[in-house]
């Protein structure tokens, strides 16, 4: 049995998740949130400071076309025009990495200069901590959406945490779900039949989609021992 451990996640918007079980839970967690900027949404994901590099490989990107010093990091930004077999267009895609000193930021835009990008990042105000990234709208921006943390914990699924809403009120089954230690643990499927688990607490939703090392069956007494704590 793997011993007990404990983290820190910080989200995107301050917000800090403290998990704590019997579970690998020092692998590498990403936080997304969606900000409004004049009007626009935009998505921002934050990671490791090799997220940046890990996104540019998987779109093609062999180096980055621009390097800025922004806001105590490095932004560098690229171009792509990926065809999309679905709208039969090509894409128009600049993609913008902040690297700081142990954390780095990923956003896209699509048919956008590298001043448009410029004038989004200048609307929010990056900080780095210790457990990773908080960005802070400023003048004519805000949060849309509540962030969420995202990571996989070896045996038991890939989880997504994110603050209780009363959104998430409307997407619970309509049946009664499984009482653990943790919180209410519902079982569904996705659309292509996939099974997927939502854990309810007092103020937190965690969906836990299974991986290939994961035992569906087991996934309920193991989420029974995953505990989620206040931070401090």
Not at 103 to 129: D, F
Not at 151 to 159: D, I, R, S
Not at 183 to 196: C, K, M
Request: glycine content about 10%; cysteine-free; proline content about 6%.
């Amino acid at each position: 049995m793997v011993p007990e451990t404990r983290v820190t996640q910080r989200a995107l918007d301050g917000r800090q998740f403290v998990l704590s079980g019997p579970f690998d839970l020092g692998g590498p967690f990403t936080s997304t949130v969606e900000v409004s900027v004049n009007g626009r949404r935009h998505e921002l994901t934050a990671g490791l400071a090799r997220l940046g590099d890990a996104v540019a490989e998987a779109l093609g990107i062999d180096r980055f076309d621009e390097e800025f010093n922004h806001q105590g990091g490095t932004l560098l930004t690229a171009r792509t025009q990926p065809y999309d077999a679905g709208i039969r267009l090509r894409e128009d895609r600049l993609t913008g990495v902040w690297r700081g000193r142990r954390y780095g930021l990923v956003t896209q835009m699509y048919r956008a200069t590298t001043s448009q990008l410029l004038a989004v990042l200048r609307n929010l105000r990056i900080s780095e901590y210790d457990d990773g990234l908080v960005v802070r709208p400023t003048g004519g921006s805000s949060f849309a959406t509540p962030a969420t943390v995202t990571g996989q914990v070896p045996g038991l699924g890939l989880l997504e945490i994110s603050p209780l809403t009363a959104q998430h009120a409307t997407q619970l089954p309509r049946w009664r779900g499984l009482t653990t230690r943790a919180g209410e643990l519902f079982r569904d499927t996705l659309t292509d039949g996939s099974p997927y688990f939502v854990l309810v607490t007092e103020d937190t939703w965690i969906t836990v989609l299974p991986l290939p090392d994961t035992v569906l069956d087991q996934v309920p007494e193991m989420v029974g021992r995953l505990r989620l704590h206040p931070a401090a």
